[in-house]
């Protein structure tokens, strides 16, 4: 009995030398990426190169946006090994947003301008907001921003073919009340066509990515309301809500623009421009 208790003790005496071991190997493992993260980071941002994403608005579009800048950094120049791909710092912040309701600007503005100052305490020198409706504040946002913020919008219609002359965009209540994407599409030659009963379908739509319904539902809904759409002689079709980007491209049959899609290609198209500079 006593060469059993010995044995026993003897056994976590052994494991608590081996934690012992392994923290101080981490801890030193820490440190040394502490320091290399210091002398590396001012580098990083003096070059251009470390890139910024404000997401988590709304927090189901901010995995698939990342992986569309993963996606294009591999059609861009052709990224493969794990240290071909940016230093990215991603923020996913909670902002006062709601569907189904009035958007109260100083409220979402204050907590957006908030999320990019945290943001950019990691010396971003490029940053992307994947959210459209935050972009109703994007002047205000850039003048007191430290790194270069990138307009969804503006990049967006650049996406958009000089062959299409009727267009609608898919998007939540507020962002269509803000009149962003209308504007714009006017403003570039376009015939905006929209009709009342096709929000009630978005945000029917938008509530399903939300609740994490199957996509085989989420697709039924959208090629119904594409149908619709193209039924009235629209031809292309711009996604103005990040959470839309879940609907992949085999479940459309119309051209659509994706404005998550065109910022991701922007972003890396600005990270490859800050590398050969």
């Known amino acids: 009995m006593k060469k059993r208790r010995s044995f026993i003790l003897d056994e976590r005496k052994s494991r608590i030398n081996e934690r012992k071991i392994l923290n101080d190997m981490l801890g030193s493992l820490v440190a040394d990426a502490t320091f290399d993260a210091g002398t590396d980071g001012d580098d990083v941002f003096m070059s251009g190169k470390r890139l910024g994403i404000l997401a988590g608005m709304g927090p189901r579009s901010t995995a698939p946006f990342l992986e569309m800048v993963y996606d294009e950094c591999r059609r861009q120049y052709g990224a493969k090994y794990d240290d071909e791909y940016p230093e990215m710092v991603l923020f996913s912040w909670p902002t006062p947003f709601y569907v189904d309701r009035p958007i109260d600007d100083d409220a979402l503005f204050g907590a957006i301008a908030r999320g990019l100052a945290e943001l950019e305490k990691n010396d971003v020198a490029i940053t992307a907001m994947p959210c459209n409706t935050a972009h109703k504040y994007y002047d205000s946002l850039k003048a007191g921003a430290k790194s270069r913020l990138l307009d969804m919008v503006a990049i967006t219609m650049k996406g958009i073919s000089p062959d299409s002359g009727r267009a609608t965009v898919l998007a939540t209540k507020p962002t269509m009340e803000m009149n962003i994407y209308q504007n714009a599409l006017l ?4 015939e905006f066509v929209f009709l009342p009963r096709w929000q009630e379908s978005v945000l ?6 939300k609740s994490k319904e199957s996509m085989r539902t989420i ?7 594409e149908k619709e759409i193209v039924a009235e002689g629209v031809d ?7 959470d839309l980007s879940t609907i992949g491209e085999e479940h459309r049959s119309a051209r659509t623009i994706d404005s998550s899609k065109e910022l991701a ?3 890396v198209a600005e990270y490859l421009k800050g590398k050969t500079s």
């Open 187 to 190: 403003g570039g030659g376009k």
């Open 265 to 267: 290609k922007e972003l």
């Open 219 to 225: 697709a039924s809904r959208y090629i119904r309301l």
């Open 204 to 209: 029917e739509l938008i509530a399903s990515i």
């Open 236 to 242: 292309t079709i711009l996604f103005a809500c990040t």
